[in-house]
């Protein structure tokens, strides 16, 4: 049944779209297609850009003021009853748009039923999803932000603090545990600008694309975008209604952020066993075996790197969905959000659950000095040395190849080698190499643009402190 008498329609089709239907949907079909389930997290978003829209057709006169006004006074009730748990959601009305404009209409009567003048619901779900993430751009945007103070926090902590840089997972050159941790604040730096880019493509107003070709009624685009603080509008009526590039981005971006964080476990995980042993993790963030009484497990670094594979599914399946798609609208396009929202979920509850365990993680600084020791790890200075009496480096190299391999025959380190032992290898060896081979005398050598010398992270790390706000 139709709620207006001059609406008229069959009895038996009573969707929004039924004027030419003469059967109801089958139940198989509504419960196939609904939507409602996970868009309803759209609702607040969707009462943005109804509002913003029905102000505009006010103004242009396609509906009164006062309409405009019941309008606005209904969606602003609406939202207040879904906020406070006592609005229905209707699996036989498909989707957020449908459950909303049914819901005003019932109760404005028919000034509810011409908000969905000029607009499909083909630009209003890319409308919606714009907005909403462009809100979820800003929170991602400050997750990254808590967890680069966390490693700023630690970086300033754990200063001075020396252990082994790798490189395939072989000790290769001493570093400043700090250096390592303001690797993470350049790499969650670089998705956070990533973030912003593709809040950019987000931020364009697809509302009055319509179904697919525009509208011929005399909408109002930029008067829309500027009340929904969009920077411009789309172009192109059938691009604007087919393209979902921006979700893809977005997810691009969430696996970018996702795979950062799953390196960052896998140190982590590897950190805190038995044969590292340079962190301990706070014990709430830990558990143990059911079976082992002694063990301490890192599960929410597993966790986490665990769930990369989720999210990387995520930006296969819309990828997948989008591929074999003609212009413009399809409804294969529903799909995409659900990977979406989970990716979504999942990698901001990775973003704070890491940042808050690294605020309990503990760094077992004597431990990674000790393990700087025994790997020869200064050879590079000894090549370097040799470099700068104008030996070319790679004859230093192998000089320097063929100590190590002496001091692995005695069984002593590179700077317990007696001079004359190295002097036997090049003449140009002398009393001033002991101070290149220590590692402190190592890593602070090191002191090009981006090297880990103290004085240089100490300037990387004043750096990071000023743009992330933090006043120490
Ligand atoms: N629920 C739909 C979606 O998520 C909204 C657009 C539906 N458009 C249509 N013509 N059926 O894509």
Redesign the pocket.
Known sequence: MNDFQDIPGPASSDKLWGGRFSEATAASVEAFSA?IHY?CRLYRHDIMGSKAHARMLAQQKLISPEEAAAIVQGLDNIQAEIEAGRFEFKPEL????MNIEKALTERIGEAGARLHTGR???D??NLDLRLYLRDECDRLDTLLAELQRVFAMLARRYLGAIMPGYTHLQRAQPVLLSHHLLAYVSMFGRDRERIGDCRKRINVLPLGAA?LAGTSLPIDRNMVAEELGFAAISDNSMDTTADRDFVLETLFCLNLIQVHLSRLSEELVLWSSKEFEFIRIGDRYCTGSSLMPQKKNPDIPELVRGKSGRVTGALMALLMTVKGLPLT?N?D??E??EPLFDALDTVKACLAITAEMLSHTEFDTDRMRQATGGGFMTATDLADYLVCKNLPFRQAHGVAGQIVARCQELGCELDELPLDEMQHFSPLIQEDIYTKLSIEGSVNSRISAGGTAQSRVEQALASVEHQLGIYS
């Not at 498909?94 to 748009?97: L, Y």
């Open positions: 939507s868009d498909e989707d957020i748009h499909s619901r083909n209003q779900i179904a609208y409804r396009l529903q995409d959000k």
